[in-house]
């Protein structure tokens, strides 16, 4: 497991940066934590460190799916957000499948929600808010 500590708000381009490194040749993240740890400001911060023009990205809770493509290296990047999905068969419907075997990079928030089609080599990163407001993300394959 690889443990990134993000301080505050400016902390986030370097976390963003050090997360880029840390990416190999996985594809499909999934990314947890509580309503309002920050998964989406990272995902977004994230996009940027990929290449991603900084005015793109928003959040996909209402789209479910975000398609991002990065400046730098063309590359598409899909951010989803399944908080509202209501159930496997609903996100199933969406072509998550197609997604994860495209070899584009996936950033899934809410991943415990489709966890029956996430594929095996899914990493895991878990984001957890600390008593002083600063971030602790864990990450794992």
Same mark, same amino acid.
């Given at each position: 497991?690889?443990?990134?500590?993000?301080?505050?708000?400016?902390?986030?381009?370097?976390?963003?940066?050090?997360?880029?490194?840390?990416?190999?040749?996985?594809?499909?993240?999934?990314?947890?934590?509580?309503?309002?740890?920050?998964?989406?400001?990272?995902?977004?911060?994230?996009?940027?460190?990929?290449? $991603?023009?900084? !005015?793109?990205?928003?959040?996909?809770?209402?789209?479910?799916?975000?398609?991002?493509?990065?400046?730098?290296?063309?590359?598409?990047?899909?951010?989803?957000?399944?908080?509202?999905?209501? !159930?496997?068969?609903?996100?199933?419907?969406?072509?998550?499948? !197609?997604?994860?075997?495209?070899?584009? $990079?996936?950033?899934?928030?809410?991943?415990?929600?489709?966890?029956?089609?996430?594929?095996?080599?899914? $990493?895991?990163?878990?984001?957890?808010?600390?008593?002083?407001?600063?971030?602790?993300?864990?990450?794992?394959?």
């Amino acid at each position: 497991m690889k443990t990134i500590e993000i301080a505050s708000l400016e902390a986030l381009p370097a976390a963003a940066k050090e997360f880029v490194e840390l990416m190999g040749d996985n594809t499909v993240f999934a990314f947890y934590g509580d309503m309002g740890a920050g998964k989406t400001t990272f995902i977004n911060e994230l996009c940027r460190a990929l290449g $991603v023009d900084t !005015d793109d990205t928003a959040s996909p809770t209402f789209a479910l799916i975000n398609e991002y493509r990065s400046d730098t290296t063309a590359e598409l990047i899909y951010h989803f957000d399944f908080y509202r999905i209501e !159930d496997l068969d609903e996100a199933l419907e969406l072509g998550i499948e !197609d997604y994860f075997d495209s070899g584009a $990079v996936c950033l899934i928030e809410w991943p415990e929600r489709i966890a029956a089609a996430l594929p095996a080599d899914t $990493v895991s990163v878990r984001i957890r808010v600390n008593d002083d407001d600063s971030r602790t993300m864990e990450i794992s394959e």
